[in-house]
Protein backbone atom coordinates (compact mmCIF):
# COMPACT_ATOMS: atom_id res chain seq x y z
CA UNK A 1 0.00 0.00 0.00
CA UNK A 2 1.15 3.32 -0.98
CA UNK A 3 2.02 5.62 2.05
CA UNK A 4 0.85 8.87 2.73
CA UNK A 5 1.99 12.12 0.02
CA UNK A 6 2.65 15.17 -0.11
CA UNK A 7 3.03 17.78 -2.52
CA UNK A 8 5.01 19.84 -3.55
CA UNK A 9 8.02 18.58 -0.74
CA UNK A 10 9.12 22.26 -0.52
CA UNK A 11 7.99 25.70 -1.84
CA UNK A 12 8.73 28.82 -1.66
CA UNK A 13 6.87 32.15 -1.61
CA UNK A 14 6.64 36.18 -0.52
CA UNK A 15 4.62 37.63 1.93
CA UNK A 16 1.23 38.19 0.91
CA UNK A 17 1.12 35.43 -1.91
CA UNK A 18 -1.18 32.46 -1.21
CA UNK A 19 -0.53 28.75 -1.10
CA UNK A 20 -1.87 25.79 -1.92
CA UNK A 21 -0.81 22.32 -0.61
CA UNK A 22 -1.70 19.03 -1.21
CA UNK A 23 -2.11 15.37 0.61
CA UNK A 24 -3.45 12.24 -1.16
CA UNK A 25 -3.70 9.53 2.22
CA UNK A 26 -3.38 6.49 2.65
CA UNK A 27 -5.97 3.77 0.14
CA UNK A 28 -8.70 3.36 1.76
CA UNK A 29 -8.65 6.08 4.38
CA UNK A 30 -11.17 8.75 4.71
CA UNK A 31 -9.74 11.09 7.44
CA UNK A 32 -7.06 13.56 6.84
CA UNK A 33 -5.83 15.83 9.60
CA UNK A 34 -3.45 18.58 8.56
CA UNK A 35 -1.07 19.90 10.80
CA UNK A 36 2.02 23.15 11.38
CA UNK A 37 4.86 22.42 12.98
CA UNK A 38 7.71 25.26 14.10
CA UNK A 39 10.03 24.61 16.00
CA UNK A 40 9.46 25.90 19.36
CA UNK A 41 5.79 25.41 18.78
CA UNK A 42 5.72 21.35 18.07
CA UNK A 43 2.75 19.98 16.35
CA UNK A 44 -0.32 22.37 16.06
CA UNK A 45 -3.81 21.04 14.78
CA UNK A 46 -4.88 22.94 11.85
CA UNK A 47 -8.13 20.99 10.53
CA UNK A 48 -9.23 17.22 9.84
CA UNK A 49 -11.62 16.62 7.33
CA UNK A 50 -13.38 12.74 7.01
CA UNK A 51 -15.82 11.83 4.03
CA UNK A 52 -15.37 15.62 2.78
CA UNK A 53 -17.02 17.45 6.01
CA UNK A 54 -14.60 19.51 8.43
CA UNK A 55 -14.85 17.99 11.84
CA UNK A 56 -12.39 19.33 13.76
CA UNK A 57 -10.53 23.10 13.54
CA UNK A 58 -7.89 23.91 15.22
CA UNK A 59 -7.03 27.44 16.61
CA UNK A 60 -5.56 29.28 13.38
CA UNK A 61 -6.75 32.44 11.65
CA UNK A 62 -9.62 31.84 8.70
CA UNK A 63 -6.66 32.86 6.24
CA UNK A 64 -5.81 28.69 6.82
CA UNK A 65 -8.82 26.57 4.97
CA UNK A 66 -8.97 23.59 3.60
CA UNK A 67 -10.94 21.07 1.66
CA UNK A 68 -10.93 17.31 1.04
CA UNK A 69 -12.72 15.84 -2.24
CA UNK A 70 -14.67 12.03 -2.97
CA UNK A 71 -11.50 10.63 -3.69
CA UNK A 72 -10.40 11.49 0.02
CA UNK A 73 -7.40 13.91 -1.06
CA UNK A 74 -7.59 16.95 0.79
CA UNK A 75 -6.16 20.19 0.16
CA UNK A 76 -5.10 23.02 2.79
CA UNK A 77 -4.82 26.81 1.39
CA UNK A 78 -3.46 29.98 3.13
CA UNK A 79 -3.94 33.27 1.88
CA UNK A 80 -1.58 36.60 2.86
CA UNK A 81 1.32 34.71 3.56
CA UNK A 82 3.15 35.99 6.51
CA UNK A 83 6.73 35.31 7.39
CA UNK A 84 4.86 33.43 10.58
CA UNK A 85 3.80 31.15 8.42
CA UNK A 86 7.17 29.26 7.60
CA UNK A 87 6.70 26.02 9.06
CA UNK A 88 6.47 22.19 7.94
CA UNK A 89 3.65 21.16 6.91
CA UNK A 90 2.14 17.64 7.81
CA UNK A 91 -0.64 15.70 6.90
CA UNK A 92 -1.94 12.55 8.40
CA UNK A 93 -4.32 10.10 7.34
CA UNK A 94 -6.50 7.67 9.15
CA UNK A 95 -9.05 5.01 8.71
CA UNK A 96 -11.17 6.64 11.16
CA UNK A 97 -12.53 10.24 12.25
CA UNK A 98 -10.07 11.83 14.78
CA UNK A 99 -7.81 9.52 14.79
CA UNK A 100 -9.22 8.09 17.54
CA UNK A 101 -7.47 4.59 18.95
CA UNK A 102 -6.02 4.42 15.78
CA UNK A 103 -2.86 5.64 14.50
CA UNK A 104 -2.38 8.35 12.19
CA UNK A 105 -0.35 7.82 8.99
CA UNK A 106 2.17 11.26 8.47
CA UNK A 107 3.14 12.01 5.19
CA UNK A 108 6.65 13.96 4.74
CA UNK A 109 5.52 16.95 4.89
CA UNK A 110 5.75 20.45 3.13
CA UNK A 111 8.30 22.63 4.00
CA UNK A 112 7.14 26.09 3.27
CA UNK A 113 9.44 29.13 3.20
CA UNK A 114 7.93 32.79 3.25
CA UNK A 115 10.52 35.57 2.40
CA UNK B 1 -2.17 26.75 27.47
CA UNK B 2 -0.73 23.48 26.95
CA UNK B 3 -2.65 20.17 28.07
CA UNK B 4 0.20 18.03 27.00
CA UNK B 5 3.28 18.72 28.11
CA UNK B 6 6.56 17.07 27.30
CA UNK B 7 9.02 19.33 29.96
CA UNK B 8 12.31 17.97 28.84
CA UNK B 9 13.18 19.28 25.55
CA UNK B 10 16.38 16.79 25.10
CA UNK B 11 17.21 13.27 26.75
CA UNK B 12 20.90 11.88 25.78
CA UNK B 13 21.69 8.40 26.56
CA UNK B 14 24.08 5.66 26.27
CA UNK B 15 24.13 2.83 23.84
CA UNK B 16 22.45 -0.15 25.77
CA UNK B 17 20.67 2.15 28.40
CA UNK B 18 17.25 2.71 29.13
CA UNK B 19 15.49 5.64 28.01
CA UNK B 20 13.01 7.23 29.57
CA UNK B 21 10.69 10.17 28.11
CA UNK B 22 8.00 11.70 30.32
CA UNK B 23 4.45 13.39 29.18
CA UNK B 24 2.14 15.32 31.72
CA UNK B 25 -1.35 15.88 31.07
CA UNK B 26 -3.63 18.44 32.49
CA UNK B 27 -7.31 17.51 30.50
CA UNK B 28 -8.80 14.09 32.82
CA UNK B 29 -11.01 13.81 29.72
CA UNK B 30 -7.93 12.13 27.98
CA UNK B 31 -8.86 8.89 27.62
CA UNK B 32 -5.96 7.26 24.79
CA UNK B 33 -2.85 8.13 24.51
CA UNK B 34 0.11 7.49 21.89
CA UNK B 35 3.88 7.70 21.08
CA UNK B 36 5.09 8.95 17.90
CA UNK B 37 8.67 8.89 16.61
CA UNK B 38 10.19 11.76 14.49
CA UNK B 39 13.31 11.32 12.49
CA UNK B 40 14.36 14.49 10.29
CA UNK B 41 12.55 15.47 6.92
CA UNK B 42 10.05 13.06 7.62
CA UNK B 43 6.74 12.56 8.90
CA UNK B 44 6.46 11.14 12.17
CA UNK B 45 5.50 7.67 12.55
CA UNK B 46 3.38 5.95 15.26
CA UNK B 47 5.27 3.99 18.09
CA UNK B 48 2.79 2.76 20.81
CA UNK B 49 -0.53 3.64 22.53
CA UNK B 50 -2.09 3.27 25.82
CA UNK B 51 -5.73 3.24 26.74
CA UNK B 52 -6.75 5.08 29.92
CA UNK B 53 -8.29 1.65 31.42
CA UNK B 54 -4.45 0.35 31.24
CA UNK B 55 -1.59 1.00 33.21
CA UNK B 56 1.22 -0.64 31.14
CA UNK B 57 1.56 -1.39 27.31
CA UNK B 58 4.57 -3.31 26.02
CA UNK B 59 5.79 -3.80 22.66
CA UNK B 60 9.55 -4.72 22.21
CA UNK B 61 11.67 -3.02 23.48
CA UNK B 62 9.27 -0.19 23.72
CA UNK B 63 6.95 0.15 26.80
CA UNK B 64 4.47 3.01 28.08
CA UNK B 65 3.11 3.64 32.21
CA UNK B 66 0.19 5.42 32.48
CA UNK B 67 -0.32 6.93 36.20
CA UNK B 68 -3.80 8.90 35.87
CA UNK B 69 -4.05 9.64 39.01
CA UNK B 70 -1.04 11.89 38.36
CA UNK B 71 -1.61 12.03 35.29
CA UNK B 72 1.54 11.43 33.67
CA UNK B 73 2.96 8.95 31.31
CA UNK B 74 6.50 7.75 30.32
CA UNK B 75 8.20 5.76 27.57
CA UNK B 76 11.01 3.83 28.33
CA UNK B 77 13.16 2.49 25.49
CA UNK B 78 15.47 -0.64 26.76
CA UNK B 79 18.03 -0.82 25.25
CA UNK B 80 18.62 2.41 23.85
CA UNK B 81 19.86 1.97 20.59
CA UNK B 82 21.68 4.81 18.20
CA UNK B 83 18.48 4.16 15.79
CA UNK B 84 16.20 5.42 18.66
CA UNK B 85 17.84 8.93 18.43
CA UNK B 86 14.76 10.78 16.91
CA UNK B 87 11.79 13.29 18.34
CA UNK B 88 9.42 11.90 20.24
CA UNK B 89 6.11 13.25 20.67
CA UNK B 90 3.30 12.55 23.23
CA UNK B 91 -0.26 12.52 21.55
CA UNK B 92 -3.37 12.65 23.82
CA UNK B 93 -6.76 11.99 23.05
CA UNK B 94 -10.19 12.71 23.93
CA UNK B 95 -13.49 13.78 22.60
CA UNK B 96 -14.48 17.45 21.93
CA UNK B 97 -17.80 19.38 22.72
CA UNK B 98 -18.83 17.84 19.06
CA UNK B 99 -18.32 14.89 20.28
CA UNK B 100 -15.35 13.89 17.57
CA UNK B 101 -11.99 13.04 18.72
CA UNK B 102 -9.36 15.18 18.97
CA UNK B 103 -5.57 14.69 19.33
CA UNK B 104 -3.11 17.14 21.43
CA UNK B 105 -0.22 17.07 21.17
CA UNK B 106 3.13 17.63 22.97
CA UNK B 107 6.33 19.93 22.09
CA UNK B 108 8.59 16.68 21.90
CA UNK B 109 11.85 15.49 23.34
CA UNK B 110 14.42 14.93 21.16
CA UNK B 111 16.50 11.89 22.27
CA UNK B 112 20.09 11.30 21.41
CA UNK B 113 21.54 8.00 22.23
CA UNK B 114 25.12 7.85 21.95
CA UNK B 115 27.26 4.67 21.23
Known amino acids: KAGVTQTPRYLIKTRGQQVTLSCSPI?????VSWYQQTPGQGLQFLFE???????NKGNFPGRFSGRQFSNSRSEMNVSTLELGDSALYLC??????????????FGPGTRLTVL | DQQVKQNSPSLSVQEGRISILNCDYT??????FLWYKKYPAEGPTFLIS???IKDKNEDGRFTVFLNKSAKHLSLHIVPSQPGDSAVYFC??????????????WGLGTSLAVNP
Open chain 1, 92 to 105: ASSSQAGGTNNEQF
Open chain 1, 27 to 31: SGHRS
Open chain 1, 49 to 55: YFSETQR
Open chain 2, 27 to 32: NSMFDY
Open chain 2, 50 to 52: ISS
Open chain 2, 91 to 104: AASSFNAGNNRKLI
